[in-house]
């Protein structure tokens, strides 16, 4: 059992500011590891209505992610650390062009896990280091631990952080920040350090109703509140099955998340372009093309995203959201690369590629691909698609290319 120093000087957290910003960080406060407490009732009810989708692992995790003392009987304090991830541009300005994919903002460049976690180790070695503790009465070294989480972990950061000051759980449930907007990635370190709690975070949301007006499939069953099966980022990213009819043509060219209810925030207006060059979106997945992403094989996909987020819901997830941006595009010079799509060897990508032809052909174009598919399909899901599609439910898309 480690010992807590209850004396820490109060310079020792402009110091640990500090060399937060040294590496790289744009905000650190602390709160206490009970400042969350009351979101524990919150989380119990979101996951009794069911809202978390096929999430299973948070129904598991709830004790530990309601209560930190849970995951670590140890800590004492917990330091919030937030990085920029500003967009250079407007994220909604290319759900405009249909020919192109949109990419969240977070995810078009270097995966934040990776780029957090080890900054997050240095800062914690620091504050545990021997020059720190005879600096700023840390007691001896060795006494004191820390545990750094990002994200992966049962952590609550978004209250933790509001609790922390960093900013405050907006109508859409995300961290709003006056001085950052909705670009903050958020980390935190675990320590048995006994640190003074900065002041936690006022709701300056107000009337506004922005983010829950502008969301595509009404994920927000009310203010602060969200029902992650009906998000776009949880269906594109989360979701390993088919994705529900009701919901394809409300994901447009969306083929990885979706920062409709971020981008629409007023408080972006404070916001900061990244300082971080491994943040700021590398040219290719700004804005892709459909056509590109729709002819790329397993190796030539984990080319193009290594190191990005998109990787990690691999090829077939990643070609059934592709399909469905074809789908809505209106573009029928698709169809070839979509109809090569129709015998592939996932029943995801051969569902949605019949959904997407469906979007675009015309009826002898889907009779003489249904006389070419049919015939070998043994997938219950996929006939289906089929069924439906030679039934004529899908409407043409609004904007359909003569």
């Known amino acids: 059992m480690t010992r807590h120093a ?41 996951l009794a209505n069911g809202a978390h989708g096929t999430m299973d692992w948070i129904a598991a995790t709830a004790a530990r992610r309601s209560d930190p003392r849970v995951l670590w009987p140890e800590v004492r304090s917990i330091v919030l650390l937030g990085l920029n991830y500003g967009p250079e541009t407007d994220p909604l300005a290319i759900l405009d062009q249909p020919d192109k994919a949109a990419i969240s903002v977070y995810a078009q460049n270097r995966d934040y896990h990776d780029v957090l976690k080890g900054r997050l180790k240095l800062l914690a070695q620091w504050m545990l280091s021997g020059p720190a503790s005879q600096q700023y009465g840390i007691s001896a070294q060795g006494e004191h631990a820390a545990k750094v989480f990002v994200d992966t972990a049962p952590v609550m950061e978004k209250p933790l952080a509001a609790a922390a000051g960093i900013g405050w759980q907006g109508k859409h449930t995300n961290l709003v920040s ?6 903050l990635f958020l980390g935190s370190i675990f320590t048995t350090l ?10 300056h ?20 509140e969200i029902d992650a099966r009906r998000c776009i980022s949880y269906l594109t990213i989360e979701h390993k099955g088919h ?13 990885y998340g979706c920062d409709d209810c971020l981008a629409v925030c007023p ?15 590398r040219d290719d997945l700004r804005e892709p093309a459909i056509a590109d992403l729709l002819h790329l094989d397993e190796m030539s996909f984990r080319r193009m995203f290594s190191g990005s987020p998109v990787k990690r819901i691999g090829h077939q997830r990643f070609l059934r959201n592709v399909l469905i941006a074809a789908g ?51 997938d219950g899901d996929v006939r289906n698609e089929w069924a439906v599609a030679l039934a004529g439910q899908f409407p043409a898309p609004d904007n359909a290319m003569d």
Request: hydrophobic residues 45%.
């Open 243 to 255: 994705i529900g009819r009701e919901f394809r043509r409300a994901l447009g060219n969306r083929i």
């Open 267 to 281: 408080w972006n207006k404070f916001a900061q372009s990244a300082r971080e060059a491994k943040l700021v979106a």
């Open 178 to 183: 006056q001085d950052f907007g909705s670009w």
């Open 328 to 378: 809505n595009s209106g573009d029928t010079a698709l169809l070839s690369a979509i109809a090569a799509r129709a015998t592939d060897s996932s029943v995801l990508v051969r569902a949605m590629a019949v959904w997407a032809l469906a979007r675009l052909a015309d009826p002898e174009y889907m009779q003489a691909m249904a006389a070419r598919c049919l015939p070998r399909e043994r």
């Open 6 to 46: 209850k004396n820490v000087r109060a310079d020792f957290r402009t110091a640990l500011a500090s060399k937060a910003m040294d590496l790289g960080f744009d905000v650190c406060r602390v709160a206490s590891p009970t400042a969350a407490k009351g979101e524990r009732e919150r989380l119990n009810s979101w």
């Open 194 to 203: 006994e640190l003074a709690s900065d002041h936690c975070g006022v709701d």
């Open 205 to 224: 949301c107000g009337s506004c109703r922005a983010c829950l007006d502008i969301c595509p499939t009404q994920a927000f069953p009310g203010p602060y």
